[in-house]
């Protein structure tokens, strides 16, 4: 009797096979990053359900960068933590911000004129700019805004921090 593969098994088979047609990044990097290991296996379309995967985790990096540059209908929690970023801080969210918008945008485009080689190009693109570009900007602006509290003290009515 033939043992039946687990999901994920039969996704990381299916992937080696495109990861060698396309030179796309190793599975279990692409997994820590953003989440495949949930992906049904049973699709014709496998690049296209992993580029969604993706672009769903993006777009949950892009409302946040957004909440932080425009903390306008943001939770009062936010604005505390909002005054421990420095204006280079919010520079590079924006540089980030802009770039994640270009790839919602592609991403749109990619949903409406499939190809399996051009879903192949945005994964890679997308792990090559997350990996190198964003994520150690975001971990860094994230840590600042974790930070220790600053203190402040009233001295004869007046607030020194």
Not at 39 to 49: A, N, R
Request: hydrophobic share 35%; no cysteine.
């Amino acid at each position: 009797m033939k043992e039946e593969y687990s999901n994920l098994e039969q996704l990381k088979e299916k992937y080696e096979i495109l990861k060698s047609n396309y030179n796309l990044p190793e599975f279990s990097e692409l997994n820590n990053l953003f989440d495949l290991e949930e992906i049904d296996t049973d699709t014709e379309f496998l690049l296209k359900k992993i580029r969604r995967i993706i672009s769903e985790k993006i777009n949950h990096y892009l409302r946040f960068v957004e909440i932080i540059l425009n903390p306008s209908n943001t939770p009062i929690f936010f604005y505390k933590l909002l005054k421990k970023l420095e204006s280079e801080d919010k520079e590079n969210l924006g540089e980030i911000y802009e770039k994640l918008g270009k790839i919602e945008l592609k991403n749109i485009s990619l949903d409406l004129d499939y190809s399996e080689k051009s879903e192949a190009e945005f994964i890679k693109k997308i792990y090559q700019i997350f990996t190198k570009e964003m994520k150690p900007k975001i971990l860094e602006i994230v840590e600042k805004m974790n930070g220790p509290e600053e203190i402040t003290k009233k001295i004869n009515g007046s607030y020194f921090g």
